[in-house]
């Protein structure tokens, strides 16, 4: 609105001096701005430039907020991924041999995983579920399973963790991973899987 | 003709007569006499099959086994069946995996496991309402095999804890008093299974390394090998089931890489084995001890069969893929009135 009178005060002004210069001769006459249309004019000017400065700092401040919150949004991303990656190396399953229920040396490893994230993590509380394969008897396999849960339970109880935090089910052979009926289903069948029953959410990495 | 006896029946007013022939002798044997429901009613069929059973005590000396059923697990689901493969009715829950079905002496109840919560839930379950109850002290542990003892007071199962699993009772009549049976930190022990007179336990354990079939009195004492083994060299014996005369225990063991179902004689504790082809496990005895339903893979795919131990006749009981842990009910209510 400022500007619109601006422009219209400066025109009124043109044709008052145009006018006079048409009618006879005259003296030439420097044209003596009105001063209170000048001081109006350098308002205006001023309070467009305040304007303008307000609307620049107004997107900057936008856009420090809408990078303050996209570099929240990505921190909280990589956290969720650094949590997802915890969860991934605490979920991964170990196994056994035919028949056998002790803990794999190549497997020793991934139990030591999940020991360093169990420390750093301490309200987290997980369950590990025995499984078999479908070879041995259906009911021989619940023991089975019980043996092969509480060896993974055993080596993290003996590496510092607390019994009190691992709960220890077996399912036999009634939940395969893999339908198979030959060694690679039955290797990968014969299994532990270790799931999170609380303390679960934004996992610290160890 | 052939034959020994002959069967016939016929209608006098709303009794059924069944007068059994012994041709040999040319004379009547027995003439049984029943009051059988209309065809359609919902007992119908069983009261004929006991009208059956009498008939063949009447010319056996022995009842029959047509007033049977088998109790069995397929898809994680708990089935009965009359023992001529008809009436198939689901009778676990429907949303949680069951497993090990056993019959109660009287017929008239059956327990079994389910997985629920990370544990195992022993349930007993009447035949006639459905009513289930979960036993008293599960849901603790991974709770498992239940065995009903011959009177019906008591519940023999297996735990499975952190030291292993071992062989419990608890009395069921009076939800009490539960007795830790075996103590193996370094082995398993599971399977129970009454003799007749509810004196004493065979089961599983692996104590000598592999599981193999024990036998103890049933409180707990004078554990020992039940049925014998070469070590090294005999495969893992299980599902130890023994039979309703007393005189055997029937088992399945490992030969050569698969499973065949063997027969112990408790007297001299000699075993014999009864199956050779294919995959042959879980033997469960009629009430007669004579015949055998067991989960076989000989047809292709894992099913229920009957063996005739005295004839070795094998047939299958069921035509359908999945069909194990089959459990074979004791003869089933009253028998009909009958006239000598």
């Not at chain 1, 609307?55 to 929240?72: G, K, P, T, V, Y």
């Not at chain 2, 991974?142 to 023999?156: E, R």
Request: charged share 25%; aromatic share 6%.
């Amino acid at each position: 609105m400022k500007s619109v009178s601006l422009l219209l005060a400066l025109g009124l002004g043109a044709a008052v001096i145009a006018g006079a210069s048409c009618g006879g001769n005259p003296p030439p006459q420097t044209p003596v701005p009105n001063a209170d249309s000048a001081a109006a004019a350098e308002r205006a000017r001023q309070d467009s430039a305040a304007a303008a400065q307000a609307e620049r700092d107004r997107q900057a401040r936008a856009e420090a907020d809408r990078i303050a919150r996209q570099r929240e949004a990505d921190s909280i991303a990589a956290l969720a991924r650094g949590s997802e990656e915890v969860r991934n190396t605490l979920a991964a399953m170990i196994h056994f041999d035919l028949d056998k229920s002790n803990v794999r040396s190549d497997d020793m490893g991934m139990l030591d995983q999940k020991v360093a994230i169990l420390q750093a993590n301490p309200n987290l509380r997980i369950r590990i579920g025995g499984h078999c394969d479908e070879r041995g008897s259906d009911e021989y396999n619940l023991a089975l399973g019980n043996r092969r849960a509480q060896s993974a339970k055993q080596y993290l109880v003996s590496h510092g963790i607390d019994a009190s935090r691992i709960e220890t089910q077996s399912w036999g052979e009634e939940r395969p991973l893999v339908n198979g009926h030959d060694e690679s289903a039955w290797s990968q069948n014969r299994r532990d899987e270790f799931e999170v029953t609380s303390g679960g959410d934004n996992l610290r990495r160890p | 003709m052939g034959a020994d006896f002959a069967l016939d029946v016929t209608a006098a007013g709303d009794t059924t007569v069944a007068t059994l022939h012994d041709i040999a002798a040319a004379g009547i044997r027995r003439t049984v006499r029943a009051k059988l429901p209309r065809p359609g009613d919902p007992d119908f069929r069983q009261a004929v099959h006991r009208l059956a059973d009498q008939a063949l005590q009447a010319a056996l000396g022995t009842p029959g086994i047509a007033a049977t059923r088998i109790l069995f697990v397929k898809d994680g689901k708990v089935y009965q069946i009359d023992q001529d493969g008809a009436e198939q009715k689901l009778v676990s829950s429907t949303d949680r995996q069951a497993m090990s079905p056993a019959w109660g002496a009287d017929g008239q109840h059956f327990a079994y496991m389910e997985f629920q919560a990370g544990k195992g839930w022993l349930y007993l379950q009447e035949m006639a309402t459905g009513k289930r109850t979960a036993v008293s002290t599960t849901g603790t542990a991974l709770d498992f095999t239940p065995a009903f003892s011959p009177d019906g007071q008591t519940l023999a199962f297996s735990r499975a804890t952190e030291e292993g699993t071992d062989l419990y009772t608890i009395n069921i009549k009076n939800n009490c008093c539960l007795r830790r049976l075996t103590v193996g930190r370094f082995s398993d022990n599971l399977s129970p299974t009454f003799s007749p007179d509810g004196q004493r336990m065979a089961f599983v354990s692996t104590r000598p390394g592999l599981p193999q079939i024990y036998v103890m009195a049933a409180d707990g004492t004078d554990q020992q090998l039940f049925a014998p083994f070469d070590y090294g060299v005999t495969g893992a014996s299980n599902a130890p089931e023994w039979s309703p005369d007393g005189q055997s225990v029937a088992f399945h063991r490992d030969v050569a890489g698969t499973l065949q179902v063997f027969v112990l004689d408790v007297r001299t504790r000699t075993v014999r084995q009864l199956t050779s082809v294919g995959r042959n496990e879980d033997p469960t005895w009629a009430p007669d001890s004579r015949h055998l339903a067991f989960v076989s893979d000989r047809s292709g795919y894992r099913q229920l069969w009957i063996i005739d131990l005295d004839t070795g006749r094998i047939r299958p009981l069921l035509q359908q893929s999945g069909a194990r842990l089959p459990a074979w009910s004791p003869r089933l209510s009253e028998a009909p009135s009958s006239t000598p």
